[in-house]
């Protein structure tokens, strides 16, 4: 369904965006008018970049966004040099309370998880998790397995193994430079 009354899953990751925006700003800059002001900037900045089609598919809108946030910060600084950061609202928020942006992050990379420990034969994704969802022990798993620690605890390594492999990012391809030729 689409439309003024619909309730998609981007509203909610906008809105959740936009609160760990505001909440990086705020503990960054201290001051409440100053991190509005920096996250309407990166905001803007950010749906310009969309727009203009800049943003590459490989990077996470987050984290382009927690970039930009960084940069409308640091120009703040700049020009408000009389602020200090190091001084942030002590009634806004509990800094050991994760911020809404990290929330999302961390939603994130939990679907991306489980979907690679579902790409995994039946077996491995067992084994992992046994191992990391319920904290089952190597030793307790050998002894209801009827098979050597030993080997439970290599299924887990090359099962972890595979995990990391699908997890990893695309690394960069390498364009090696022309060798320059001298004459002599």
Do not use: N
């Not at 809105?15 to 001051?31: K, P, Q, S």
């Not at 806004?92 to 994130?108: F, G, H, K, N, Y």
């Amino acid at each position: 369904m689409t439309g003024p009354g619909a309730d998609s899953g981007d509203d909610r990751i906008g809105e959740v965006l936009r609160a760990g925006l505001e909440w990086v700003a705020l503990r960054a800059i201290g001051d409440a008018d100053l991190a509005r002001e920096a996250l309407q900037e990166t905001l803007a900045r950010t749906l310009a970049a969309l727009d203009a089609d800049r943003i590459p598919a490989t990077v996470r809108l987050p984290a382009y966004a927690h970039g930009i946030l960084r940069h409308v910060i640091a120009d703040l600084r700049s020009e408000h040099h009389h602020w200090d950061s190091r001084s942030p609202d002590p009634e806004w928020a509990d800094p050991t309370e994760a911020s809404p942006l990290e929330r999302l992050i961390t939603e994130e990379e939990e679907a991306r998880v489980r979907r690679a420990v579902m790409t995994m034969p039946p077996e491995e994704r067992e084994l992992l998790v046994r191992c990391f969802v319920h904290g089952e022990r190597v030793a307790a798993l050998a002894r209801r397995l009827g098979v050597p620690a030993a080997r439970v605890r290599k299924r887990k390594s090359r099962a972890i193994a595979k995990l990391r492999a699908v997890l990893a990012p695309e690394p960069a391809r390498h364009v090696p430079l022309p060798t320059p030729t001298y004459r002599v």
